[in-house]
């Protein structure tokens, strides 16, 4: 009896390795894949003209890139009317510092709009979302001089 459990741990314990030696490769595979498929998914439909071959953002598309990036982030502080977030898009709109506050109530004014804007379905309605937060940004400056 005791042999005979010997005889089964053995061919389970082989079964198990092979099983995890052979599933090695269909991992890899898989991952190779997947990682694959997502990176020609994202390259083709996400702002690659945005970038430079370094991995930074060209000048004139940050704004494009840190929306794009942070949206739900960007949106719940925007409902709040303040955040960190918000503060790096404003700044990033060209809000001078000290108008920051006046920028962040006025674009909470704009979340009814902002939420219902939905980016990801092109470009034309990710410029809209900025040209709207630029509208306030414009008006927080223009205010307070």
Not at 3 to 27: E, H, K, P
Not at 95 to 117: G, K, R
Not at 121 to 143: P, V
Request: charged share 15%.
């Amino acid at each position: 009896m005791i042999q005979r459990l010997n005889t089964f741990q053995g061919l389970a314990a082989l079964g198990v390795f092979l099983l995890w030696f052979s599933s090695g490769c269909t991992i890899k595979a898989t991952l190779d894949t997947t990682t694959d498929a997502t990176s020609e998914f994202l390259s083709s439909t996400s702002g690659k003209s945005w970038w430079t071959e370094d991995g930074l953002v060209k000048r004139g598309e940050q704004a494009r890139a840190f929306v794009v990036t942070n949206h739900d982030t960007l949106l719940q502080e925007i409902a709040q009317g303040h955040g960190e977030y918000v503060h790096a898009f404003g700044t990033i709109l060209g809000v001078p510092s000290h108008q920051q506050a006046h920028f962040q109530e006025l674009i909470q004014n704009e979340y009814p709009v902002l939420v219902e804007i939905p980016i990801f379905l092109g470009d034309d309605l990710l410029n809209r979302f900025i040209e709207h937060a630029q509208q306030a940004g414009i008006r927080s400056t223009s205010s307070n001089l």
